[in-house]
Each structure stands twice: as C-alpha cells, then as structure tokens.
C-alpha cells in the first residue's frame, strides 16, 4: 500500500528560528514528490523534487529529495509568522494521482 | 480564470440528501483531480479526468459518489443519499499535462446533518 509519513506531526518554534520539515515514502511508480502549504483552504503549491539530490530553492524556503533513502525535507530559514501553515507532502505515482501524508502542522511565535 | 474555482465554499445538507459540487479548473488544464480531506489528515485522492474521460476512479468510496466532466472543462461530484461520514473538505486540482504540478481550488467543505 502507498504510504507517506511527515514529521513531526506539530511544531511550535519562535519567530526567526529554522525549521526542517520531513516526509517519508513507500509509492509504487514514484514520479515526483510535491510540497503544499495549506492555511486556511487551498492548498498551495510550493516545490516539485523529481530528480535526487538537487535543491529547489524559494527564498527562505528550501527543498531536497533522495530518492535512495526515500526521503525528502523541508527548509524554512529565519521564520516569520506567515510561515505558520500545515505543510503537506505529497507523491505523484504512475496513475497521476497525489498521495498526500498527513501534514506538519507549523505554528511560529512571535 | 486565475486559479482553479470551486463552488459553493460551503454546503449544509441533511442526511439522505442529494448534493452537487462544482469545480472550474484553469484555462487550458486538461487533467482535473478531486480529493477529500478529513479533519487533521492529508487529502485523499477519489478521480481524476484526463479531458471528459475518468482516467482513475479507483479512490471513490462506493456507488453513491459519481463525478462528470462532460465537456472537458468543469467538473461536477454527485454525491447521492449523503450520509454523515461524507463530510469534509472537497477539493479539486487541476494540472497542465501528466504528471505535471496540480493547482488546487479553495474547496467546498461539506456538512451532512
């Protein structure tokens, strides 16, 4: 069965600290794995990792995937408020469809 | 349009009840997605279209749910004789090509009775 697990489930740091949000995998015919920041409604598309070992980068937020290990995590540097979201990660197996763990939810204090 | 549309934002029904969910994906996308997401959980994926066909319709639940995208554009979950354990938050993607990145509409957060 495909499965996608984050950690940590919740995470409470204070603002300007650095985080690392992680995500696991086990997806038959693994394409790509996505990451989503949600906050009220629409999840909203962040990073697409396909290739291992090379790092997207979005401002103060950063992305790496290994596709050995089966991993991928989340950077963000210096955190403001607005970071504060649940973060998804998602895979793109061979049928095209999401798979999706079930979040980090992010809270930034100020 | 701009972005992927949903409608309506929210829907309230009682149990038994037939609802219609409406989603407009962006210009030009042909794959179009639905999933469903619980409180506290990841969304969960239930049919993707590739233009007015069902491609996958492996994550629908039973025979009460149904999906059409009958001109290859705006879709339309059906969801018959709704029951509480169908509430939750329908929200629909679209992409550009396969395998492409899915853009995701606001949702409509639906409460049975």
């Known amino acids: ?110 | 349009g701009a972005g992927v549309s949903q409608t309506p934002s929210n829907k309230v029904t009682e149990k038994g009840k037939y609802v219609e969910l409406r989603c407009d994906p962006i210009s030009g996308h042909t794959a179009l997605y639905w999933y469903r997401q619980s409180l506290g959980q990841g969304p969960e994926f239930l049919i993707y279209f590739q233009g007015t066909g069902a491609a996958d319709d492996s994550g629908l639940p039973n025979d009460r749910f149904f999906a059409v995208r009958p001109e290859g554009s705006v879709s339309t979950l059906k969801i018959q004789r709704t029951e509480r354990g169908d509430s939750a938050m329908y929200l629909c993607a679209s992409s550009s090509r396969p395998w492409a990145e899915q853009f995701f509409g606001p949702g409509t957060r639906l409460t049975v009775l």
Request: charge should be positive; charged fraction near 20%.
């Open chain 1, 1 to 110: 069965e495909d499965k996608v697990v984050q950690s940590p489930l919740s995470l409470v740091v204070h603002e300007g600290d650095t985080v690392t949000l992680n995500c696991s995998y086990e997806v038959t015919n693994f394409r790509s794995l996505l990451w989503y920041k949600q906050e009220k409604k629409a999840p909203t598309f962040l990073f697409m990792l396909t290739s291992s070992g090379i790092e997207k980068k979005s401002g103060r937020l950063s992305s790496i995937l290994d596709k050995k290990e089966l991993f991928s995590i989340l950077n963000i540097t210096a955190t403001q408020t607005g970071d504060s979201a649940i973060y998804l990660c998602a895979c793109i197996q061979g049928a095209q469809k999401l798979v999706f763990g079930q979040g980090t939810r992010l809270t930034i204090n100020p």
